[in-house]
């Protein structure tokens, strides 16, 4: 399997992050990489950007390798992302950086520093019956309470900058940073109709927000954000109604974006897991991986994300490989 460039040819019934108006916004470079064989096929295509920060060229995957007409072998992935590797080599790019969450590789190439990933993905094509049975006892009785008590999901892009506030300061309570309001503006507009931000209201005051760029491929649930204290099943009933939505424009997955392997008992990451996990979805396992093209940029990058955030998600997990 080759890896070349190929036109961008996207279509609804690919993922959104992989249509152009989010690449340009995302990338000071980006485009598709094709997987071709050797009768000439074109079997899979890659999205990516590359960004420029301190003279270190980045790339990134916007998602995993996606497969245009049947499922590629393990095999063929392989050989097609070892011929990625060696395109953006041949390029001049300094790192291939980790993909973002929704990325859940089935495999990496020889030479990448690898770790565990996974999702939680609901499969919408079911009867609408069967994905509120499938949730769990604790998330259906929160539920109820929530529309009992008044909880309100509203939507629209007037919640644009309250979701921006929620979600800054629920990642800053975590010591995490955010993007600046400017980009997160700008995301918004570039995913125009294809992004839908829910709002969960309690007596007219917000309690929380999701926001969930989709296409008929799938709905990402991408950022979301919450008072300190919202009243209890908001964000439950949140993502329900948002699931419900989802349904009925017939997208085919609900996708949380992302969970480590294995958290620690008790940790946050657990919670997460197990919050995802109760909404009845299939847990796709996989990998994300990064590599160093050029060793003294990719050192530089290491350095950097080490100093502001303590590693990336690669270094946190690389130890689970093994196991």
């Known amino acids: 399997m080759k890896a070349i460039p190929v ?15 989010f690449l340009k916004m995302a990338g000071d470079d980006y485009g598709w990489l094709g997987g071709v064989d050797d009768s000439g096929e074109l079997r899979c295509i890659l999205p990516y950007t590359i960004n420029h ?13 996606l497969a245009l007409q049947e499922e590629l072998s ?30 859940i590789f089935r495999t990496y190439p020889e030479g990448a520093v690898a770790a565990p990933y996974g999702t939680f993905f609901i499969d919408l094509r079911q009867p609408i019956e069967i994905l509120w049975s499938n949730l769990h006892s604790k998330h259906r009785n929160r539920i109820r309470n929530a529309v009992k008590n008044g909880i309100e999901i509203r939507s629209g892009r007037e919640y644009t900058q309250i979701a921006y506030e929620l979600i800054e300061h629920t990642l800053k ?19 125009d109709t294809q992004v839908k931000i829910f709002v969960a209201c309690s007596q007219g005051a917000v309690q929380g927000c999701a926001v969930i760029p989709f296409s008929e491929h799938s709905a990402y649930y991408l950022y979301g954000g919450s008072i300190p204290d919202p009243t209890s099943g908001a964000m439950n009933l949140l993502h329900w109604e948002a699931i419900s939505y989802f349904h009925g424009l017939k997208v085919r997955r609900y996708d949380f974006m992302g969970v480590r392997i294995n958290p620690e008992k008790g ?20 990998y994300m991986w990064k590599y160093p093209l050029r060793p003294l940029k990719a050192a530089i990058y290491s350095l950097g994300v080490r100093l502001l955030k303590g590693g990336d998600v690669v270094d946190a997990e690389h130890g689970k490989l093994e196991t």
């Open 7 to 21: 036109e961008i040819n996207w279509h609804p019934g690919l993922s959104i992050y992989a249509a152009e108006p």
């Open 53 to 65: 920060k301190a003279s270190v060229r980045m790339v990134r995957f916007r998602d995993q390798t």
């Open 74 to 103: 393990i095999e063929d992935e392989k050989s097609f992302l070892s011929s990625v590797v060696q395109y953006f080599r041949f390029t001049g790019a300094d790192i291939i950086i980790p993909a973002t969450a929704n990325a």
């Open 173 to 191: 309570r975590s010591k995490m940073g955010f993007t600046s309001h400017e980009e997160f503006k700008r995301l918004v507009s570039s995913l």
């Open 267 to 286: 940790s946050k990451q657990e919670g997460l897991m197990m919050f995802k996990e109760r909404f009845g979805g299939r847990m796709d396992r996989g």
